[in-house]
């Protein structure tokens, strides 16, 4: 590691050594569900202030003000905001990592509820054709469950 840290470093904030092989990958699984629990939170939150009539620009200031704010809340909240779905991390990349982060979870005998849920929603927003789209597009499955139940209703 020693050896390539000055190639990476111009790329990485902070770099981390993760142990024996296949360390580093585990811990970019463990960061991964993280981060797509995270959004998928993010979004279904954002969509229930919507729903409820709130005024979403400061639902996102009071969460920017608390302790839930993040460098991801900060750079997804105005896209769900303007509903601005242009990419950053693809829905179907998204879909790609989950499946990745399910398979060494059973693969281990780990449990992994809430990655199971945001399967579902994935699999839906691509299946809805917004796999191209940023992963925010989460919302879009989001609002289709809420659709689904008023029309059950």
Not at 29 to 34: G, H, K
Not at 103 to 119: E, N
Not at 127 to 146: K, P, Q
Request: glycine share 8%.
């Amino acid at each position: 590691m020693a050896e390539v840290r000055p190639f990476v470093a111009p790329m990485c904030r902070e770099t981390f050594l993760c142990g024996q092989v296949p360390g580093a990958l585990l811990m970019k699984l463990a960061v991964n569900l993280f981060l797509i629990t995270t959004v998928t939170g993010l979004s279904e939150s954002f969509h229930f202030a919507e729903r409820q009539g709130l005024d979403t620009k400061l639902f996102l200031d009071v969460l920017d003000a608390g302790p839930m704010a993040s460098g991801v809340s900060r750079m997804k909240a105005p896209k769900l905001l303007a509903r601005d779905f242009g990419v950053q991390a693809a829905a179907l990349d998204v879909l790609m990592n989950n499946r990745l982060v399910a398979d060494a979870a059973r693969s281990s005998g780990v449990a992994s509820p809430l990655l199971d849920v945001c399967h579902s929603l994935f699999t839906d927003t691509v299946a809805l054709g917004h796999g191209g789209e940023d992963m925010i597009a989460v919302l879009r499955a989001i609002e289709a469950c809420t659709e689904a139940l008023g029309a059950a209703g």
